[in-house]
T-cell receptor
Framework: EPEVTQTPSHQVTQMGQEVILRCVPI?????FYWYRQILGQKVEFLVS????????KSEIFDDQFSVERPDGSNFTLKIRSTKLEDSAMYFC?????????????FGSGTRLTVV | AQTVTQSQPEMSVQEAETVTLSCTYD???????LFWYKQPPSRQMILVIR??????QNATENRFSVNFQKAAKSFSLKISDSQLGDAAMYFC?????????????FGAGTILRVKS
């Protein structure tokens, strides 16, 4: 069964450093998403991406965050200057479309720890 | 804005018995999808079951079934014949239908513990 692949599985970074989280969505999927889950809390939407541009973003997704699809297979989330409160599990997801038949597939997540 | 509420932070069930997890949501939309996701200790998000709001029939997937009450905006998950592997965090989620780049809105989750 096709999978969404995320790397790395765990990243530790110093506060103020830039991090890039990587995702390889399912190859025929068109919509891509990033979600965040702070430990013990709910899963929160960050951003959706379609046709090489952001289609929706949440209040969490401020100027410190950016997304990119650099080569047609990878989908990345960059945090420019990490803060302690950015420590969380970050999930990438993709879907083939947005109509009735289309569901999401989530990756297994990247645990980001900011120290 | 749409909201999803899971009022049970934690539930316990004896192995082989049945448990029901509650979920309510708030929306002004008439067409939408509802989901239950399972998150085991590995933290992966696994789709358990999906319900389309325009369908009156409740969705079922093997031991998992839902009770979808559209007027009451309620979407509970019933797990029959509970197994140790069902122990996990369960999230209820909502998504608008037929919308560009539509996001999932999650509830706060319910931890399910299964006792042997």
């Amino acid at each position: 069964e096709p999978e969404v692949t995320q790397t790395p599985s765990h990243q530790v970074t110093q506060m103020g450093q830039e991090v890039i989280l990587r995702c390889v969505p399912i190859s025929n999927h068109l919509y891509f998403y990033w979600y965040r889950q702070i430990l013990g809390q709910k899963v929160e939407f960050l951003v959706s991406f379609y046709n090489n541009e952001i289609s929706e973003k949440s209040e969490i997704f401020d100027d410190q965050f950016s997304v990119e699809r650099p080569d047609g297979s990878n989908f990345t989330l960059k945090i420019r200057s990490t803060k302690l409160e950015d420590s969380a599990m970050y999930f990438c997801a993709s879907s083939e479309g947005t109509g009735r038949a289309y569901g999401y597939t989530f990756g297994s997540g990247t645990r980001l720890t900011v120290v | 804005a749409q909201t999803v509420t899971q009022s049970q932070p934690e539930m316990s069930v004896q192995e082989a018995e049945t448990v029901t997890l509650s979920c309510t949501y708030d929306t002004s939309e008439s067409d939408y999808y509802l989901f239950w996701y399972k998150q085991p200790p590995s933290r992966q998000m696994i789709l358990v079951i999906r319900q389309e709001a325009y369908k009156q029939q409740n969705a079922t997937e093997n031991r998992f079934s839902v009770n979808f009450q559209k007027a009451a905006k309620s979407f509970s998950l019933k797990i029959s014949d509970s197994q140790l592997g069902d122990a996990a965090m369960y999230f209820c989620a909502y998504r608008k239908a037929m919308e560009y780049g539509n996001k999932l809105v999650f509830g706060a989750g319910t931890i399910l513990r299964v006792k042997s």
